[in-house]
């Protein structure tokens, strides 16, 4: 046993000693939480973005707890700005409140809803109107996203009026300020919104330093510079499946944006037809072809995100030949008849990835 503790009111020394130890201790601790540093090399941040999660990883060799948090928090306020300003499902975001304005007169707009909506405008005249940010109400109509599915569809005197609402051209896009052509459009942004936001996520680490990263929101991603071992950044093309999540092929990228668009997660079947969740804009009905999912490689995530989106509306045949004629890289996966796969890429594809992966099938 131990020699017997002492009892007994504690000295003015003793006193003393145990305030300066108590202090010392305490500014220790507060080192070890706030300024010691995180050993790197992969840092990770993510949580709630947009609907959906986003993931960051970034190349550092250490950070401090305070420029973690600080990272942490910049992520965050980007993404939010980006939310505030396209969300369609906050009643108080910019879109929202350009939606409810039933009037062709000009409003004020952000940088971020005019840099949305002029890119959207050039993919919409390149796509031929295959990608179009004002064809909610016939998603709606087909019983999509919050829309009530009537027997059947829309009948066509109904398509034809909706169509009326729905066309690339039908937002301008001023020096500070955004109109409608007609005052009943209504903008949906979802199909280029998250690409925006990588980017905007992405811009954000390299403005302070930290150019090797990978973002990702919701599927749609950016990858900057290197992994920590210098290997491209290793990302997976989904398989079209609608029962589960698994991995159709693996890629190696750096410094470009990564989207894909499918068929296989929003869709029902109506008298033996499946209704896919892709509104062809220019017909108003939804597509019909065999094209499961394409995949879009693009500098900017964002036109990755609404390209992916165009292709899925023209099909694997259309799509292929538009992307290869305008230097798209993409790699399309197309359901046959029988339930089976069958693949195509673009030579832009080829040229980014192939070198890669292996793209035979």
Known sequence: MGAPIAKGPLTRRAVVLLLVAAVVLG???????????????????????????????????????????????????????????????????????????????????????????????????????AFDITVRPLVQAWGFGDGAR?????????????????????????????????????????????????????????????????????????????????????VAIEEPDSEGRAVHRLLSISDTGMATSGDYRAWYEEDGVRISHTIDPRSGLPVRHGLASVTVLHPETMYADAWATALSVLGPEEGHRLASSRGLAAYFIIRAEDGT?????????????????????
């Open 150 to 234: 009537a027997p059947g569809g829309p009948t066509p005197e109904e398509l034809a009026a909706l169509r009326e609402r729905v066309g690339h051209d039908r937002v301008r896009v001023g020096i500070n300020s955004v109109a409608k052509r007609r005052g009943d459009v209504v903008v949906d942004v979802s199909a280029i919104a998250k690409g925006f936001g990588v980017d905007e996520v992405s811009r954000e680490l390299v403005s302070r330093g930290h150019p090797r990263h990978l973002v990702e929101i919701g599927g749609e991603l950016q990858a900057r510079g290197q992994r920590a071992d210098d290997t491209p950044w290793r």
């Open 27 to 129: 500014a220790a601790t507060l080192h070890r939480l706030v300024f010691a540093d995180l050993q790197g090399p992969t840092f990770e941040f993510s949580g709630d973005a947009m609907g959906t999660r986003f993931v960051v990883k970034l190349v550092a060799p250490s950070l401090t707890r305070g420029e973690y948090a600080e990272l942490a928090a910049a992520i965050v306020e980007r993404i939010e700005t980006v939310n505030d300003a396209l969300s369609t499902w906050d009643p108080d975001s910019e879109i929202s409140r350009f939606n409810a304005h039933e009037s062709t007169s000009a409003v004020p707009a952000s940088g971020a809803f005019r840099t949305v909506l002029k890119a959207a405008r050039a993919v919409g005249e390149e796509s031929g109107g």
């Open 341 to 361: 796969f069958r693949t195509s890429w673009t030579p832009a594809f080829e040229s980014l990835a192939g070198a890669a992966v292996d793209l035979e099938p």
